[in-house]
């Protein structure tokens, strides 16, 4: 069997597996090998052939690195499923806090910034133990 076979069939491997994991790092591997094969079917040296394959390799690594760094970023993962839902106001207090209507019943809510507006629907932001922090609805 030819070499360059050799190196489309660890590829087609490599795909197999990527598939599975899902990180894009074993596909570069994968474009390394059809790089190899590339190298064989030229008709270079096995030597050359690994190190047409290493440099694919390097270089894809470091484009799969900066592309997750550029366009992954990291979720707002909270615990909270209240957080971004909205609130009734009933009435506002004095001190700046209000009485809302949340879920069937009634809870306490303070402003998450003194310069909130004080509207009638107000917007979960956040949680102090049993009181609800409200900003404003997005327009």
Same mark, same amino acid.
């Given at each position: 069997?030819?070499?360059? =076979?050799?190196?489309?069939?660890?590829?087609? !491997?490599?795909?197999?597996?990527?598939?599975?994991?899902?990180?894009? =790092?074993?596909?570069?591997?994968?474009?390394?090998?059809?790089?190899?094969?590339?190298?064989?079917?030229?008709?270079?040296?096995?030597?050359?052939?690994?190190?047409?394959?290493?440099?694919?390799?390097?270089?894809?690594? !470091? &484009? &799969?690195?900066?592309?997750?760094?550029?366009?992954?970023?990291?979720?707002?993962?909270?615990?909270?499923?209240?957080?971004?839902?909205?609130?009734?106001? !009933?009435?506002?207090?004095?001190?700046?806090?209000?009485?809302?209507? =949340?879920?069937?019943?009634?809870?306490?809510?303070?402003?998450?910034?003194?310069?909130?507006?004080?509207?009638?629907?107000?917007?979960?932001?956040?949680?102090?133990?049993?009181?609800?922090?409200?900003?404003?609805?997005?327009?």
């Amino acid at each position: 069997m030819a070499l360059q =076979y050799l190196w489309w069939i660890a590829a087609a !491997i490599l795909v197999g597996v990527e598939m599975m994991t899902g990180t894009f =790092y074993l596909l570069i591997v994968a474009i390394a090998c059809v790089a190899g094969g590339f190298a064989a079917v030229a008709g270079l040296e096995i030597g050359w052939q690994w190190s047409v394959a290493a440099v694919v390799e390097v270089v894809g690594t !470091i &484009v &799969v690195n900066r592309w997750k760094r550029t366009h992954m970023s990291k979720p707002h993962l909270s615990n909270n499923l209240d957080i971004g839902q909205r609130v009734n106001v !009933i009435e506002w207090r004095d001190d700046g806090s209000a009485r809302v209507a =949340y879920r069937g019943t009634h809870w306490d809510a303070v402003l998450d910034a003194p310069t909130t507006p004080r509207r009638e629907q107000m917007l979960i932001v956040g949680m102090r133990g049993a009181q609800l922090v409200v900003g404003p609805v997005p327009a």
